[in-house]
């Protein structure tokens, strides 16, 4: 095959950029003030102001984890970030009512469209609060509750605060803590017991500002035999400064329950996406986490499920994408906590030029438990002579009655491959970008309809130009 | 314990231990006496380690933090004539070292016509003084890289002897080398080093044996082993660790693979409360064949710590890992083990698998198959199993009226021959099978 040279990346899709009015701004950098700020901006009770100031402190103290993390979390500067930006605290429920600038936006992202194509409720948060939320009219008859983390805190707390920072606590990591400081948007999702919502519920997230940092926060309780699927959205415009995204993301099905989380996770190029997903399984629920990464400078991901009750299920599905400049250090925890509990995880990537992919992972049976199984593959494609990939599986298994199996490749696209399209007439940039879409295709299959399309599409853009 | 004995072999903590060790040693070489000197301040310097570093995750880390008490050089007053009596696992052998403490316990064999032919096999403290040259190109010029410097340090500055085997270019032996290293007087802290070189298109093996003489003493063991492989050269080294169950051990290993090479090493792993081992292959020349393979057996309450790398630094070479653990009782182990392939070593073809096979509801097993691959043109995988026997299996087992117990030890003999399989000495391998048999009787 011949030599590869490099290639331009066409990620378009969400680089633009509107100049925005922000009425509430909490300035740059962060201390108390800034908590102070946003507690008193968003109206918030006492005890979510102590929390938040707690978590600041668990913040400031705990180390960056370099110890094991990529050295570039370094180059994260906290001091010229901007915690806050919003033009109010109410999302409004017709897009007619959102503001001409934040509108633009969505449209040009086609978000109403698809809200009326197939979406059964949409939030769209535009830096730090939702400027659009609404929820199909039958679902709220049903009791489903979709709102976002301040309002639900507030008018649902007796749903809410009983899992909130349950799930991950403050502490967990440094980005949790960070988020735990300073969380504004996400969605707050309460399916009622036995409800099953067919159609998706959609968060999109859009960073719109330079120097800012989105940090914000969801918590999906699907009640005994709920079903509910949610996606998730992200884009930013390309700043030469870098912006930080920092999530939290807490599911929690019980018994029975069944959570889809989908993501598909294109921030530009110059973002530093830090979060931290994980789900508590009860008895034979069912979370499952897909996942795909193919924006930001370096993500660090981990969607976990934690399988507190017997049979419960974990899953995750995890495609990513790695160009030039970038590092998507993605993976999976897996903390089987009862008896009987399968966990499954899927990861392809592709490293491209010199990006680089890591798989980190934690398959864990801490205890002696019955019939518990793990499946683990990784594959890794390896697209140009200087591209990348690491795999750093942990493992640890107690007892003689479960079963865990691990297993990873690493291969390039053959040249035979290519060259047998070639010889049927195809360009060598269209043959490459079959084979990559051939690796990832029986994942992709795995998302919705609508996305695996746009999936396709986007890996199409990514491969276009990187054979010669 | 007399004063005397105090006074000459003092313990870890001591800060005179050092100066007492110099004097003892007795070699007059400078280039030696500095490279211990300065391992001794590098020991001093280091700190211990602790778990939140990546190459001590899952460890114990305080079993090898509390050491002071250990005597260096403490040499058996008892009759070591009974050891070297013990001292023949094997009957055909190429040459035989026995070391009790550190040292030497019998006259050392070799082979006549070998050692006419310029196979130089001998106590590393006589090579130090009649091969100066060649051992300087090879002593300690690499590391397994793998979290243990503070002790590959400590075992440097105090090491008193061990083993050289060199064998010159061209030269094919079949008989194994044998080395025995035995653990004697109770409270010992002791550091076998091997050294072993193969020419240009040499072909050799070496079998260590490393036992303790009685069941219930205390030992403190720093071994450190090198292999260097020359262009064409086909080694195989294999190490029985069955010191006794009162033993810390460490095992700091590199096998250096240069052209067209076939190494391979085996650790075997019987003995040992606590065994940190550490392997390092890397393949300096194209068209190598590195293979590395371990078999653990730990029961009781015994831990078993193994960390590997794989690096190619040249291209079109390949390596194989195999690490199986069978675990009994309330014991441990912990797999960790990294490929490395570097920018230039394109058609790269590297395998590392760990099998755990689950024999006790209260043990338990760390696996962490690592991979780093910096080319694009590679075949690279890791596996990684833990589970149970297959009820298939036993099943049939059952069905032909063979009790549970005799079923699960064939099943393990079985699981266990794809290593034994690799030694190249039968006599060896029914060896292995008795100590993986006694193992179960016990």
Same mark, same amino acid.
């Given at each position: 095959m011949s030599t590869t040279p490099d290639i331009n990346v066409? /990620?378009?899709?969400?680089d633009f950029h509107y100049e925005t009015d922000y009425e509430f701004d909490a300035g740059v950098g962060l201390n108390e003030k800034t908590i102070d700020y946003i507690v008193d901006v968003k109206g918030e009770d006492d005890w979510v102001r102590e929390f938040r100031k707690k978590a600041l402190k668990i913040f400031q103290d705990k180390p960056n984890p370099t110890h094991w993390a990529?050295? #570039?979390?370094?180059?994260?500067? $906290? #001091?010229?970030? /901007? $915690?806050y930006l919003s033009k109010g605290q109410r999302p409004s429920r017709?897009?007619?009512?959102?503001?001409d600038d934040v509108k633009e936006t969505f449209e040009r992202l086609g978000i109403p469209e698809k809200e009326r194509a197939f979406l059964a409720g949409v939030e769209a948060q535009f830096d730090s609060e939702a400027s659009y939320s609404n929820m199909k009219e039958e679902l709220a008859k049903e009791g489903v509750i979709f709102v976002g983390s301040t309002e639900g805190l507030k008018e649902h707390p007796e749903i809410f605060k009983k899992f909130f920072g349950k799930v991950?606590?403050?502490?967990?990591n440094k980005f949790s803590a960070l988020n735990s400081a300073v969380f504004s948007g996400g969605s707050f999702i309460y399916i009622p017991p036995g409800?099953?919502?067919?159609q998706p519920l959609q968060a999109y997230f859009r960073i719109n500002a330079e120097n800012f940092g989105q940090f914000e926060r969801t918590l999906i309780i699907a009640d005994e035999g709920a079903e509910v699927t949610y996606m998730e959205g992200c884009t930013a415009p390309k700043f030469e400064t870098t912006t930080l995204h920092s999530a939290v993301v807490e599911l929690v099905a019980l018994k029975g329950a069944k959570i889809q989380y989908i993501t598909v996770q294109n921030w530009s190029a110059n973002v530093f996406n830090m979060v931290t997903k994980r789900g508590l399984a009860m008895d034979d629920a069912e979370i499952k986490w897909i996942d795909c990464n193919i924006g930001s400078r370096l993500t660090m991901k981990y969607p976990g499920v934690i399988? /507190?009750?017997?049979g419960a299920r974990g899953e995750v599905l995890s495609i990513a994408l790695a160009h #030039?400049?970038?590092?998507?250090d993605t993976g999976s925890k897996m903390i089987h906590a009862a008896d009987n509990t399968t966990s499954n995880i899927i990861s392809k990537s592709i490293s491209i030029g010199e990006g680089r992919s890591t798989y980190r992972g934690v398959v864990s049976?801490?205890?002696?438990?019955?019939g518990c199984k793990n499946n683990t593959e990784c594959d890794a494609l390896l697209i140009n002579t200087n591209s990348r990939t690491d795999t750093y599986p942990a493992i640890t298994v107690k007892g003689n009655q479960s079963t865990v199996q691990h297993e990873a490749s690493v291969s390039k696209v053959s040249a035979e491959q290519i060259f047998y399209m070639m010889q049927r007439g195809l360009p060598e940039g269209d043959a490459m970008s079959l084979a990559v879409n051939g690796f990832v295709n029986d994942l992709i299959r795995e998302f919705p309809m609508e996305y695996s399309v746009e999936l396709k599409r986007l890996i199409d853009l990514e491969m276009e130009g990187s054979v010669g | 314990m007399s004063d005397t004995l105090v006074l000459s072999h003092? @313990?870890? %903590?001591?800060?005179?231990v050092f100066s007492v060790h110099q004097e003892q040693?007795?070699?007059?070489e400078e280039w030696f006496k500095s490279a211990q000197q300065e391992a001794w301040d590098r020991y001093t310097e280091l700190p211990y380690p602790v778990r939140t570093n990546e190459k001590w995750r899952?460890?114990?880390?305080k079993h090898f933090t509390n050491t002071g008490s250990y005597r260096t050089?403490?040499? &058996? %007053?008892? %009759?070591?004539a009974h050891l070297v009596e013990e001292s023949?696992?094997? %009957? *055909?052998? &190429?040459g035989r070292i026995i070391l009790a403490d550190d040292a030497l316990a019998a006259p050392v064999e070799l082979d006549e016509d070998l050692r006419k032919k310029g196979v130089i096999f001998m106590p590393l403290f006589d090579a130090i003084r009649k091969h100066p040259e060649l051992v300087r190109e090879y002593f300690? *010029?690499? @590391?397994?890289?793998?979290? @243990?410097e503070k002790f590959e340090a400590l075992h440097l500055a105090l090491l008193r002897n061990g083993v050289f085997l060199y064998v010159p270019d061209n030269l094919e032996i079949e008989a194994p080398f044998m080395a025995y290293n035995w653990a004697v007087a109770d409270k010992a802290a002791l550091f076998p080093h091997t050294l072993f070189v193969t020419g240009t298109n040499a072909k050799a093996s070496l079998v260590e044996f490393q036992e303790a003489a009685h069941k219930e003493t205390e030992h403190f063991i720093i071994a450190n082993a090198h292999l260097y492989a020359g262009d064409g050269a086909k080694p195989s080294h294999t190490i029985v660790?069955?010191?006794?169950?009162?033993t810390l051990s460490f095992q700091l290993n590199t096998n250096n693979a240069q052209r067209d090479t076939n190494a391979k090493s085996t650790l075997i792993n019987v003995g040992s409360s606590h065994a940190r081992q550490e392997v390092h292959g890397k393949i300096f020349g194209s068209g190598s064949n590195v293979e590395m393979y371990a078999l653990n057996v730990p029961t009781g309450s015994q831990e078993i710590d193994q960390r590997t790398l794989q690096t190619?630094?040249?291209?079109n070479s390949r390596s194989d890992l195999l690490f199986k653990n069978a675990l009994i009782d309330q014991s441990r182990t912990i797999f960790s083990g990294l490929i490395i392939v570097e920018?230039? &070593?394109?058609q790269t073809d590297a395998y590392q698998t760990n099998n755990n096979l689950m024999l006790s509801p209260d043990a338990e097993a760390n696996s962490l198959p690592g991979l780093e691959i910096k080319a694009n043109d590679v075949k690279c995988s890791h596996g990684a199993t833990t589970g149970n026997m297959d009820d298939a299996e036993m099943f049939y087992f059952l069905a032909r009226g063979i009790p549970k117990k005799k079923a699960i030890e064939l099943m393990v003999f079985g699981y266990f021959e794809e290593i034994i399989g690799k030694l190249d000495n039968e006599q060896l391998a029914n060896y292995v099978r008795e100590l993986v048999q006694h193992k179960f009787t016990d």
């Open positions: 066409e /990620r378009d899709v969400g990529s050295k #570039d979390i370094e180059n994260i500067n $906290y #001091d010229n970030i /901007r $915690y017709s897009w007619d009512e959102v503001p991950i606590p403050t502490g967990d409800v099953k919502v067919k399988m /507190r009750g017997p #030039d400049g970038q590092h998507q049976i801490p205890r002696q438990l019955k | 003092p @313990s870890l %903590d001591d800060p005179k040693t007795g070699i007059e899952f460890a114990n880390v050089a403490a040499q &058996a %007053d008892e %009759d070591t023949h696992r094997l %009957d *055909k052998v &190429a300690m *010029k690499q @590391s397994p890289e793998l979290g @243990s660790q069955n010191w006794n169950a009162k190619h630094i040249a291209p920018e230039n &070593a394109q």
